[in-house]
């Protein structure tokens, strides 16, 4: 789940907000991409990834979920393993401040990015539909907390926890969603992804209806152009944890993943981690 993640996300950021020619040329599955603004992110995961560690690594700590915690976890994922991929504004912010409580006084909330979607799919290991709900939402509230930004995080971990405990056939997600969220998705892809959660959940959930296939998941989500890197990671880390998918992503995109201290093996021992909380 987070290794293909991560593997989803170094490849998509090298395509990220790129010319529809560039992806058309280049979008190929044969290597990662030198991005021409973001140099320095290249075979890495970026703050998609990241993110979701720092949620990962709280719920395996079995801490009481508080803002304050979650935040401090926040800042001390960043401040390990400071990477690009974040907001100018978000990585400064995360760049001066000290601790958690520092962030939530800094923090504008009102925002309806996708950012708290995209580091939700961890919150799937929990049993509890009730409890999915309050946590994504108390996460989503730290960053995004308007209607758009708790409800994507939501429509993310419920996707998750559908897939892991086998709910149900595939077919009968978009309506699972529906029912247990009380909101009228369309579950349309968007021909260009911008940072909304919305349209971005809205793609998401299409790619994991559309597809088996693992690969051919990844390069329709960078096909589809902007925020590549936010919705390949989600939708192939979906799609890996659905019980019929094919895990066909080439072999050479785990080997030449990072895999330095929080690289490739960390992740790997980050999904087995999760799932053992399941049994």
Known sequence: MIIEAGIADAYGAGFEFEKETIIKAQNNLTEYKVHPRYKSIYKTYTDDTQMAIAISEYILEEKKWSKLEIANKFVEV?????????????????????????????????????????????????????????????????????????????????????????KGPKSELTQYLRNVLNFPFDFKKASTVKMEAIPTVNTVIS?????????????????????????????????????????????????????????????????????????
Request: glycine fraction near 4%; charge should be neutral; include cysteine.
């Open 78 to 166: 960043f401040k390990r393993d400071p990477r690009k991929g974040y907001s100018s504004r978000f990585y400064d912010i995360l760049s001066t401040i000290k601790n958690g409580e520092e962030l939530l006084k800094t923090l504008t909330l009102a925002s309806n990015r996708n950012g708290a979607a995209m580091r939700s799919y961890p919150i799937g290991v929990y049993k509890n539909e009730l409890e999915i709900l309050e946590k994504s939402k108390l996460q989503a509230s730290i960053t995004h907390n308007t209607k758009e930004g708790i409800l994507s995080s939501q429509v993310i971990a419920l996707t998750a926890h559908y897939f892991l405990y086998n």
């Open 207 to 279: 790619l994991v209806l559309e597809h088996n296939s693992l690969a051919q998941c990844l390069k329709e989500a960078v096909y589809l152009g902007g925020d590549t890197d936010t919705v390949a990671s989600l939708a192939v880390s979906l799609l890996s944890i659905n019980y019929d998918s094919q895990k066909d992503l080439p072999n050479w995109m785990y080997d030449k993943l990072e895999d330095d201290t929080f690289g490739k093996s960390y992740l790997i021992e980050l999904d087995k981690k999760l799932i053992s909380l399941m049994l």
